[in-house]
């Protein structure tokens, strides 16, 4: 019998789970487990993935021995990747071409040849480069028409560029949060780092450009007004604002925002830049953020890295031949943004990056933020920095939508600024109306507590008895796409502790966790971890809050 029973868990908790199974026979336990009782699917592909990464792992190929007629093309090409010795490669070619003879296959081997003795050609920079548009003269794509496909190519990059959305003439706190982080990461990168620095992720100290003069962290504004914000975005850490304003742009609007946008970055005529593009680009993983930010890197023929919460800046070691113009070689490619962003379910963190290849630069390097992975930053009113505005003609055709009418959601609710927060999740699924009846009355219970919800409860099937219906919405959930909350006291009942979720509450002063796993990631960081039914917790929460006994034992504990 396995440790595991994949039975009891759903796909989302299992992947993380099996990640600490090393023994195959484990694995092998679980997957019959499986077959017997639930027989999912895609639980048993994830079981036999990871059956199939262990026993690869176990297997020690002798490439000599191995038997090129039972392999495919794919896997002479895996065997190939791994051996560096010319010689044993050349053995294994001979052996293809006795055997099967398979063109792809000894194309693979011979370029693993080629990349470890070195490229055949006379300058050794492998066949020459045919544009696509002469490669492929039929392809009428449209990409082979943009105007900057072509002027991307050995550009020249500077600076991170910050997109500031605003609100009703504010500044939103992501903005913030992300002027904050590009000041920091710029001063590690420039070598002026003074005192704070990102522990978690430190940004390479460069010394500044490739001829050592300082980059800049440059904020953009748009909208009705909006250089009034300009002092604000220098006092959090832009050393330059290039601000546009016109009272057609009070509400976000797609086609201009992005015109104005990409027109600040590649303008030859616009003063202040002296460059090609920026060499970064950071906007809010907001719902008008994620907008522009993917229209404006398409537009700049670049690629995105959405809904990041972890940045910094180094090196990069890159062999992929798509990048590096030759297999097998690896290259180191300088000042690299590293994009971190939660996956699968926030069980993974992938980091992306955006690189160049032969023939084509990819910039800027650009990615959306989710609000509240950054500090808000003390604003300095000292902080001294350039005031530019931009200028360029509206086409009134980018206008052609117009917003005759539109309702003001009521404010939402907001679950800030109170001392408690209770907070429910999927745990909730054996009788869901019940489950959030519970954690009202843990609410009411309190002085000045708000409700709120896991996405997964929002997202779920449940049905829900009308008094409560209306505690069910997207304005209540806590987390990377909802609000982020920061009470004295968190009670996440019921709720497993995805990345997503955690991001909109960890900066809680104390966190209580009710759950009946002992090994949901929520423990982690909890400060108290309640194992156990939440249908019976919380309702004795509840009485002992009513009674003062709560209060009373929390005033022992704090004595002692
Ligand atoms: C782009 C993106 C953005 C997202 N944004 C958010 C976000 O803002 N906020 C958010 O919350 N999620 C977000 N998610 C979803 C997130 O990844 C998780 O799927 C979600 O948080 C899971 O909700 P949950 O913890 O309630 O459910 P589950 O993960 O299913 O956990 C339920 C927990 O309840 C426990 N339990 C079961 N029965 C009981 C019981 N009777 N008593 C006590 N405990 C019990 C279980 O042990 C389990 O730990 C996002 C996902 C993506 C991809």
């Known amino acids: 019998m396995p440790e595991i029973d994949p039975t009891e868990y759903e796909i989302a908790a299992l992947g993380p789970k099996i990640k600490d199974v090393d023994d195959p026979d484990e694995i092998e336990a679980m997957l019959e487990l499986e077959a017997a009782g639930e027989n999912r699917d895609p639980v048993k592909t994830l079981l036999e993935d990871r059956l199939e990464k262990l026993t690869a792992e176990d297997e020690d190929i002798d490439p000599s021995e191995v038997d090129l007629t039972e392999l495919t093309v794919a896997d002479v090409a895996n065997l190939v990747r791994d051996i560096d010795d010319a010689d044993v490669l050349r053995d294994v070619l001979e052996r293809e071409q006795a055997g099967q003879d398979r063109k792809t296959a000894k194309s693979r081997i011979e370029s693993r040849i080629e990349s470890i003795e070195g490229s055949e050609d006379e300058d050794g920079d492998g066949p020459a480069y045919v544009p696509p548009e002469e490669k492929y003269p039929e392809l009428d794509h449209p990409t082979s028409e943009k105007r900057w496909v072509e002027g991307t190519v050995g550009g020249t990059y500077r600076d991170m560029w910050v997109y500031c959305e605003t609100q009703q003439g504010a500044l939103i706190d992501v903005s913030r949060e992300m002027l904050g982080k590009a000041r920091r990461m710029m001063d590690q990168y420039n070598g002026e780092a003074t005192g704070e620095t990102d522990e978690e992720a430190p ?320 423990r982690d960081f909890s400060d108290y971890f309640v194992e156990g039914d939440l249908f019976e917790v919380l309702p004795r929460l509840t009485e002992a809050l009513e009674s003062g006994e709560l209060a009373t034992a929390m005033q022992e504990v704090s004595d002692d």
């Not at 748009?222 to 057609?248: K, M, Q, S």
């Not at 920095?385 to 206008?399: I, P, Q, R, T």
């Open 203 to 522: 940004t390479q100290d460069y010394g500044g450009d490739e001829d050592g003069a300082p980059e800049e962290v440059v904020a953009v504004l748009i909208g009705d007004g909006v250089g009034e914000l300009a002092d604000e975005a220098i006092a959090c850490g832009a050393d330059r604002v290039v601000y546009h304003e016109d009272e057609r742009l009070g509400r976000f609007r797609h086609q201009p925002y992005t015109e104005i946008f990409c027109h600040m970055c590649r303008d030859s005529e616009f003063a202040f830049r002296d460059y090609h593009e920026p060499r970064y680009t950071l906007f809010p993983a907001t719902h008008n953020g994620r907008d522009l930010s993917a229209l404006v890197q398409g537009e700049l023929d670049s690629g995105l890295a959405s809904d990041c919460s972890g940045l910094y800046i180094e090196d990069a070691m890159i062999s992929n031949p798509a990048k590096t113009g030759q297999a097998g070689d690896s290259k180191e490619f300088e000042r690299i943004l590293h994009m971190k962003r939660p996956d699968f379910s926030g069980f993974e963190y992938s980091t992306i990056l955006c690189i160049d290849k032969p023939h084509r630069d990819f910039h800027p390097q650009g990615g959306s933020v989710i609000p509240g992975s950054f500090a808000v930053p003390d604003p300095d009113p000292e902080r001294e920095g350039e005031v530019v505005e931009h200028e360029m003609e509206l086409d009134e055709s980018w206008f052609s939508v117009a917003v005759t009418e539109y309702d003001q959601l009521d404010d939402g609710v907001d679950l800030t600024g109170h001392d408690v927060v209770v907070a429910m999740g999927r745990g909730i699924g054996d009788d869901p109306t019940r489950g959030i009846e519970l954690g009202l009355e843990l609410v009411d219970a309190f002085e000045d507590a708000a409700f709120g919800l896991s996405r997964g409860v929002i997202t779920s099937s449940y049905s829900f008895d009308g008094h409560v219906e209306q505690y069910v919405g997207e304005d209540r959930q806590i987390g990377e796409s909802g609000q982020v909350v920061e009470p004295e006291v968190y009670v996440a009942a019921g709720i497993s502790g995805a990345i997503q979720h955690k991001v909109g509450m960890d900066e809680s002063d104390t966190i209580v966790a009710v759950n009946t796993d002992p090994e949901a990631d929520i």
